[in-house]
Nanobody, 122 residues
Framework: QVQLVESGGGLVQAGGSLRLSCAASGRTLSSWTMGWFRQAPGKEREFVAG??????STYYADSVKGRFTISRDNAKAYLQMNSLKPEDTAVYYCAAALWDSASYYIYEYDYWGQGTQVTISS
């Protein structure tokens, strides 16, 4: 069992930045493809960004390309969020997938964190 814990959420003004972190209790993340998803009130959970276990290639939702950057080290996965907009307001979830083929879909990810709230004021 992998327990993921997100941190770094908060309230910022539009145009600001936040950096989210995701750690796994008691183990490294090097064996997992990692993803970030978000869920706004009244909406379905959606893919934000992912980084492959092997090679470290990254991929993003169109809505965040050029503003968000996903990265990782052995201990944590990160989501650097710049030029934040009110529509980025959501609970952000970290997810881990065993298979390197995992990409944009919720069902491809095996483990999830509890989420961290990100609120962007206009």
């Amino acid at each position: 069992q992998v327990q993921l814990v997100e941190s770094g959420g908060g309230l910022v003004q539009a145009g600001g930045s936040l950096r989210l972190s995701c750690a796994a209790s008691g183990r490294t993340l090097s064996s997992w493809t990692m993803g970030w998803f978000r869920q706004a009130p009244g909406k379905e959970r959606e893919f934000v960004a992912g980084i492959k276990r092997s090679g470290g290639s990254t991929y993003y939702a169109d809505s965040v390309k050029g503003r968000f950057t996903i990265s990782r080290d052995n201990a944590k996965a990160y989501l650097q969020m710049n030029s934040l907009k009110p529509e980025d307001t959501a609970v952000y979830y970290c997810a881990a997938a065993l298979w390197d083929s995992a990409s944009y879909y919720i069902y491809e990810y095996d483990y999830w964190g509890q989420g961290t709230q990100v609120t962007i004021s206009s």
